[in-house]
């Protein structure tokens, strides 16, 4: 079993910054996929950006330049560096860990952007 939990979220001004963490505990694979993914209100949940273990990054185009996703291997722990934070960026964010064929969610933390 594996825990996910997400930190960081709050209430920002549009053009402001926030920081998430995601602590993954458990039966962890040594290769296994972090990423994180929000879901804004009446929407679908959608794909923010993924890291490896090896540090492979992918984003969404929408926020190419302005998040970077980052992780520390030795704690089992990802970052999400989010800057020049948009109202459109306000969603409920989500980590989600990927090890072996299964897939773990934490319970997700919201992100406010104010205009």
């Known amino acids: 079993q594996v825990q996910v939990v997400e930190s960081g979220g709050g209430l920002v001004q549009a053009g402001g910054s926030l920081r998430l963490s995601c602590a993954a505990s458990?039966?962890?694979?040594?290769?296994?996929?972090m990423g994180w993914y929000r879901q804004g209100p009446g929407k679908q949940r959608d794909l923010v950006a993924t890291?490896?273990?090896?540090?492979?990054?992918n984003y969404a185009d929408s926020v190419k330049g302005r998040f970077t996703i980052s992780r520390d291997n030795a704690k089992n722990t990802m970052y999400l560096q989010m800057n020049d934070l948009k109202p459109e960026d306000t969603a409920v964010y989500y980590c989600n860990v990927i090890t072996g064929s299964l897939r773990y969610w934490g319970q997700g933390t919201q992100v406010t952007v104010s205009s």
């Open positions: 458990g039966s962890i694979f040594s290769g296994n996929i």
């Open positions: 890291i490896t273990t090896g540090g492979r990054t």
